[in-house]
DNA sequence: TATGAATTATTCATTGACGAAATCATCGGC
DNA sequence: GCCGATGATTTCGTCAATGAATAATTCATA
């Protein structure tokens, strides 16, 4: 498939002899024998799905973490919460103007310091976050229908191996902060 | 860490016996234990860190897949390709336009149908695809430092289970089109 | 305690991407 | 030759992201 791409094109200095060998694997079998295509092609698939999921809701992935992160942290302020996540503060207002204006979570004056806004879950809040993470665990479960226990440990583990090489802070998820 | 949010908040209907197993799963380990957040992150860094990668060959991750996409169907229609790849026709004029501004590819009006534009990469397009291609294959090369070659078909052969649940076309990036 | 620098939240203007619909040229059937 | 269909392009409205300015407050320190 792509090895008219190559074989037409290789420019006259020839490559080393490892360098070749890893050119014809994906050559000879395409993106999809490819870890970074098929893991970048599937992880947005599965953010897709889970917006998706997450519609009916009212919620977007983006705001679902954040009520996440809100609800294990508890009154810390928007900054930090930010500063978390990697949402930059201008951005920060405007989501949480939307899950404010929802009734999901309120912005209260820390009477210490009063430029900050400790944002706190409201009951409401806290019931749809819960309706959502059962949403994400049911995902969780229909993507990996296909994989026993043991296989699903071990695509996490491998997944984590590959993930070391892009130096990601673990829990937060890499693309909220764009 | 995830705990408080459960734990405080799971309604009185007590879940079902699975749906309280899975729960707790990710309860205890945190979004690093979920296939699904795990997999979107790490596609979404990879496809990241490949736009860096790229961007001193002047190109973005998907023009690079429309211009390998032309290569293997060298004088296709824009519109043909653009359903391949699932990009609108008004988007495909922009890239297209932009491709082609760089000297990357051509269009050649079809003698038997004057509507069509045929697409076709140039001498400096095939150069400027190998080059890009070599720096995929080393991506490719570092992302999987940390796996053996059998550890990678694995990883592989699991991803390619969890894409099935997703019905994914084969060799077309998900992201591609949006 | 007064002053100025730093911090937090917010607003505003700009930019750019995206999609939908209108437009233009051309083809094929009748 | 006419008309609907098709491919390519243009135009335009919408929306999100970005970064710079603004306002309120705190903190350091003289």
């Not at 404010?100 to 409201?122: K, Q």
Request: net charge negative.
């Amino acid at each position: 498939m792509i090895v008219r791409v190559m074989s037409t094109s290789v420019p006259t200095p020839e490559p080393s002899e490892s360098h070749r060998k890893a050119t014809q694997t994906l050559e000879s079998t395409g993106p999809a024998h490819s870890v970074g295509f098929t893991v970048s092609t599937i992880g947005h698939a599965v953010a897709a799905r889970f917006g998706e999921i997450l519609a009916p809701l009212g919620l977007e992935p983006r705001e679902f973490a954040l009520l996440r992160t809100v609800a294990v942290t508890e009154g810390q302020s928007q900054h930090a919460i930010g500063e978390r996540l990697r949402i930059p503060p201008s951005r920060m207002v405007a989501f949480v103007d939307a899950l404010e204006a929802h009734g999901l979570l309120e912005r209260r004056h820390d009477p210490s310091d009063r430029r900050t806004r400790a944002l706190h879950l409201t009951e409401g809040g806290r019931e749809l976050l819960d309706r959502a993470f059962a949403e994400a665990v049911a995902h969780e479960r229909d993507l990996c229908a296909e994989l026993s226990a043991e296989e699903r440990e071990q695509l996490l583990e491998l997944l984590q191996r590959v993930a070391s090489r892009l130096g990601l802070p673990p829990g937060v998820h890499s693309a909220i902060g764009q």
